[in-house]
């Protein structure tokens, strides 16, 4: 928006004359830009300055507003998930490692905490009432120490008629959304849990100084 230098009623004048004044005083130095225009009309530099700031405000508002939509949709999606567990009769951590072995492959404990982001005492608890249970069981692999845990055939049977339900509740959801909105959103989405993850490293784990890792 280009402004021409504006007629200023006397009901404004004053106040335009104290900002003007506050711009020349560095009250808002951080606003200035080489972009500004090199008229000394005060009141005319004081309004592109104020119509620039109020820009920043405004971009500053939407992206944390977007950022809370955004926010709030994770929990949503999180809390569905706790909610549907509960109706089904299940902690929602051992819904939570059902899904993740129902893709088959073997899964040791350590990539299921870091993937799921389970706490590890939480994974332990829950592997041994399954593994009582008798729907999965642990398999030393060879050349490793560390166990694989899979789903054994009775565990299969449970697992399927218990995420019954859940697939079809995120393929309806996703069949829905894909009719307004492109499957582009998916990488989207990964790649803002990348970039947060990463600027939470940053801003949280690590020492803004030296780059050291904070005990937490």
Request: net charge negative; charged share 30%; with cysteine.
């Amino acid at each position: 928006m280009i402004l021409q230098n504006p007629q200023i009623s006397c009901k404004y004048e004053d106040r335009w004359r104290e900002f003007a004044e506050r711009v020349r005083n560095s009250s808002y130095k951080f606003l200035t830009f080489g972009g500004l225009d090199k008229s000394t009309n005060s009141y005319y530099n004081a309004i592109r300055i104020r119509i620039k700031y109020m820009g920043q405000r405004e971009d500053m508002e939407d992206s944390y507003e977007n950022i809370r939509r955004l926010m709030l949709a994770i929990n949503k999606i999180d809390g569905s998930y706790y909610f549907f567990a509960r109706k089904l009769g299940v902690k929602e951590n051992t819904l939570a490692l059902l899904y993740a072995l129902d893709d088959g492959k073997p899964h040791s404990q350590k990539q299921i905490c870091e993937d799921w982001l389970i706490p590890k005492t939480t994974v332990n608890t829950v592997v041994k009432e399954l593994q009582e249970a008798g729907y999965i069981t642990l398999l030393l692999e060879d050349n490793t120490r560390e166990k694989k845990i899979l789903l054994t055939d009775s565990g299969k049977s449970y697992t399927e008629e218990l995420l019954k339900k859940v697939y079809a509740a995120e393929q309806e959801a996703l069949n829905r959304t894909l009719q307004d909105f492109p499957a582009a959103f998916i990488n989207a989405f990964e790649y803002f849990s990348k970039c947060l993850c990463e600027e939470f490293e940053k801003q949280v784990f690590e020492d803004h100084d030296g780059g050291k890792e904070l005990n937490v």
